[in-house]
């Protein structure tokens, strides 16, 4: 199963992309989640990365194309992924759509998360995530068991530098412009399935997962 998972900023990509990974026990590959591990380990790409998240805009094609192309080629995707954040262009699904055809092979399903913005916006004010497994939480819908620590890996929490009140507003006006024209383009492939994200994480992942297993 090739599944991208669609959906503005805090939509709830990153929660729902890592259970229903491990419900299909194929790699949940998030553009967001690299990039920082790149800054975490300050390599040129993670530097670069950081100029442009920092003020929410996206990361040039070119770099985030051949990351996440070069990430699919890996052994471990050949019995699917599921994709969170990329693509989040037209540029980059005909880029993926092209990698993907070369080897006889196509995105099986999108699934786009509908969530309305001020919901967004409630749901990125609150957010924490991991430092080391960047599982994400929120100070009061689901809080970690233990205060700042990981419930997964123990690793600390902290507020991501993109989740200020002017980052987040910009990450949705770029989600606009860029990412949103998605939607139409895989309706048109007769691939896309909108899933209402306003619901409880348990409500939205069971939906999800009824949408692939359809
Ligand atoms: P990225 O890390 O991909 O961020 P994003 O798309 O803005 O999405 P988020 O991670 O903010 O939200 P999410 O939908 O994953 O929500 P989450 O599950 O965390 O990208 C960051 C930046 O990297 C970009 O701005 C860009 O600069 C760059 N970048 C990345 N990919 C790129 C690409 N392809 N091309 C170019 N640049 C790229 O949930 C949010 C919160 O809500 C959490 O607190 C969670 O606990 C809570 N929550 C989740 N579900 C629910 C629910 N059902 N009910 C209540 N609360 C919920």
């Known amino acids: 199963m090739k599944i991208i998972l669609l959906g503005p900023p805090g939509a709830g990509k990153g929660t729902q992309a890592k259970r229903l990974a491990e419900t299909l026990k194929v790699p949940h590959i998030a553009s967001g989640d690299l990039f920082r591990e790149h800054q975490e380990k300050n390599t040129e790409l993670g530097r670069l990365a950081k100029s442009y998240m920092e003020r929410g805009v996206l990361v040039p094609n070119e770099v985030t194309i051949r990351m996440i192309l070069g990430r699919i080629e890996s052994p471990d995707c050949s019995r699917g992924f599921v994709l969170d954040g990329f693509p989040r262009s037209i540029e980059q699904a005909q880029a993926l759509e092209q990698a ?42 689901s809080p970690p068991k233990r205060s700042m620590l990981c419930d997964r890996c123990g690793g600390e929490l902290y507020q991501r530098a993109d989740d200020t009140p002017e980052a987040v507003k910009k990450r949705i006006q770029v989600y606009a412009a860029e990412t949103a024209p998605l939607v139409e383009y895989y309706k048109r492939e007769g691939i896309l399935e909108e899933i209402n994200g306003k619901g409880p994480i348990e409500q939205v992942g069971k939906a999800l997962v009824g949408a692939v297993r359809d």
């Open 100 to 141: 993907l055809s070369k080897k006889k092979d196509k995105i099986d399903k999108v699934l786009f998360i509908n969530v309305p913005e001020e919901e967004l916006t409630r749901r990125l004010g609150g957010r924490l995530i991991c430092r080391i497994c960047q599982t994400p939480y929120h100070r009061e819908s």
